[in-house]
């Protein structure tokens, strides 16, 4: 499944009523960080079948990067049932990646 960009407007649908856990990115174009972790991110999206990946542009959804507290990015969130289990902030390697949604 590929990546979903996410929206204020589409927040609830994508990830509130998810039927799987979700891996959100809060991502900005200008990062640096961002762009080295967005490959590996966009590789899990092809890979996993059973979490959803989406990416939130923190400059585009201000609302959703302060309602998560994103202080700095990049920001990985996995929430399950509505409800964050999850997160970590800066670049992390595939397998700090799986390892954060519990494979």
């Not at 929206?7 to 990062?31: G, H, S």
């Not at 990049?74 to 700090?96: C, F, N, W, Y």
């Amino acid at each position: 499944m590929a990546v979903v960009h996410v929206t204020t407007d589409d927040f609830e649908k994508e990830v509130l009523q998810a039927d799987k856990p979700v891996l959100i990115d809060f991502w900005a174009t200008w990062c640096g960080p961002c762009r080295m972790l967005a490959p590996v991110i966009d590789q899990l999206g092809e890979e996993l079948t059973d979490v959803k990946v989406c990416k939130v542009d923190v400059d585009q959804e201000p609302d959703l990067a302060s309602k998560f507290g994103v202080m700095s990015i990049p920001t990985l969130v996995v929430m399950q049932g509505g409800e964050k289990v999850a997160s970590s902030v800066g670049v992390q390697g595939k397998a700090a990646i799986l390892k954060l949604l519990g494979k």
